[in-house]
């Protein structure tokens, strides 16, 4: 689960998931390639400028490290995101985050990963919301230069979305186990996606009342079971990322707090699906 730009719950991570790891599809996106590599204590390291425009994340390093691109909003600096980040973490105060930044999306890191983002002129920030502690030299300052061209997210057939504040839309039923996920943040708030392997069969009830409980995770995950993540995505966001899990049964989960500090599944951001 996440360090920086998201929430850490004991609920969570008492799952004890496991990380599937990335396939290596690439997709035909006339996008420009930005290499990322991402050290096991989270200092990221790539190029400092890139063109405007579609713009693929290749992830490389440490496995199981998690990259998350914001953008600052008037002018927040690297310290006041890691300040933000600590507020969140300790405290489950997302407002600062929201106030000081535009969340648009990101991936883990495994052999294969990657995620596409369209980026227009301006300055972004690079983060590893996996790591234990970061200071400032660890975050990767990224300037983006140029006319940005009309290329935007490409569609793709494995889609989820989130709509209304906090709510996940519920077709499709299923979709591929791996492939190109896109996900579109349709909702009103900030959102991030996580699937998570279940026992066949377990209901969205038996989830939630885990969740909420803090119940037994092994009565409804899959032994072994795999788990992705995206990103956090601002509302009216999408991002395209690469996946690779075992075909079966899924919770869709986002654990991103509401103004009190209450993560979204636990007050029912959850939906199932199939992974065929």
Known sequence: MRKILTVVLATTAALGLSVATAGAANASTGSST??????????????HTVHAGLVRFDLEGAAGQSVQL??????ASVQTLLADGMALNTKGDASRVERDFAGLGGASVFSGSDFWQVLHAGTYYLVDTAAQSLKASDVAVLKVTGSTDARAVPESPNEIRAVKDMVWASNPASIRHEGLLRFDNDATDYHFAELAQLKPGVTRAQVLKVLQ???DPSTILAPHGADYSTGVLSPGTSQLSTYDLPRGHYALLCFWPDEHGVPHALMGMVRTIELR
């Open 34 to 47: 930005l290499h990322v590599t991402v050290s096991s204590t989270g200092t990221i390291s790539t190029a």
């Open 70 to 75: 914001a953008k600052p909003k008037h002018g």
């Open 213 to 215: 409980t803090n119940g």
